[in-house]
């Protein structure tokens, strides 16, 4: 800006003194416009470095999302969610599978049932439905439990009988051991007694004073209930025709008796695993889950490695086809090119398909034609011994030194020469002419050294 000020104040100086502006001014704008074309340049290169800077920085700044972006990060993410999707399927699988395992391998611990007595059509008898709730295999205590009244008749009753049957669905064949009063056939059957506790009048009478308060407001009652076992680790067979599917009681008494309640109480007795998978059952679920759950993984592992493995094989046998088939159109191709080679004149100046050879005159070395199928070595060494036998053929001439016949030898001669270059027979029946060819040529030659 000094520059153009100074520039510009010297023009109007001289435009003052009516002379014409002095060739500083000149030399000032062209240095000022190498100055401004310099800084120019300057400018432009700084931008450029800017450019490239921000360009640098931006790369190194993507590299981690270009990362995150690229083809194995995606194929990566792919298969981590088709992973994870897979193990949370199998997870709930295997959760569902021990479920019905538990269902169906651990049975209810109790089962109790109500039995309805029936009065009037011989001793008291009644019929429970046990279900579905026993199985196989399984050792079980089985015990009654009458609520009865302290009455006189049932204190006087003493001792009774119970009778307790189970059965199963199937009906009974006519020799079958039945109960009584039931068609369907009894698995097993037990009689034990039964008896009230006794007391005597005077423990009787204390108990009821002193417990009179209870007994008016109603916590109490005279009445006792017992507990009778009537099997202790019983099992049943395998088969559903082996299952207990209803019991049947039996009170036998010699006097009429009055009950409250009657039923009747399985109790299963586990054992083993069983056991384990009852008392344990947090750490049953996670063992057992996790040992479903990891073979679901292999076996669908497995499956995943045997279809990558079978589909992987598929594209590369039909790439070894698709190399197999080039590989026979490459060897055949050859053949066809060469029948369908074109005749060009360096192809037609050899006629014969075999290799031949001719004797010639004197020390000079015979003539050979090889066949078509020559390699260029074999090419370059016939080239080779041909230049020998020219520069041994123009040493020959020149120590004879023999004279042309006549003047028109060098017109015969040209004249044979462009006939033997416009045609060449196959090498039969060529010596000759050669032989002639090579004596004009000598004449001429000679000739000419004259």
Partial sequence: MELQRNARQRAREARLANLPPGPTSDDDNSELSQRLGQWQDDLM??????????????????IPFRAAISKPARKAYVGTFLVTLTSVFLFGLSTLAYALFYYKFVPPVSVERTIHLQ???????????????????QPYHVSLFLHLPRTPNNLAAGNFMLDLSLLSSAKTSPTAVTSPLSSKKALTKSRRPAILTYASPIIDTASTLTGLPWYIIGWKTESEVLQVPMFEGVEFAKGAQNIPQEARVVVEADQKMQFYEVGIRVIAKFG????IMYHYRIISYLV??????????????????????????????????????????????????????????????????????????????????????????????????????????????ESASIQPLNGEADDEDEEMEAAGQSFRDSGIGTSIDEERTQVQRRRRRSGVDV
């Fill in 45 to 62: 290169e700084l931008v450029e470095q800017g450019k490239a800077a921000i360009g640098r920085v931006v790369d190194v700044a993507l």
């Fill in 119 to 137: 009065f009037g059509d011989g001793p008291p008898h009644g019929t429970a439905n046990l279900g579905s709730a026993l199985t196989s295999a």
């Fill in 272 to 275: 083993g695993l069983r056991w």
């Fill in 288 to 397: 057992f889950t996790s040992m479903f759950w990891t073979c679901a993984m292999l076996t669908s592992l497995l499956v995943w490695l045997i279809l990558s493995t079978t589909l992987s094989q598929r594209p590369q046998q039909d790439r070894q086809t698709i190399k197999e088939q080039e590989a026979e159109h490459a060897e055949v191709k050859p053949e066809h090119e060469e029948l369908k080679e074109p005749t060009t004149p360096s192809l037609t100046e050899e006629l014969s398909d075999t290799g031949r050879t001719f004797p010639t005159l004197g020390r000079h070395m015979p003539l050979h034609f090889p066949s078509r199928g020559r390699s260029r070595v074999k090419e370059e060494e016939r080239n080779e011994e041909e230049r020998k036998i020219k520069r041994e053929d123009e040493d020959v001439i």
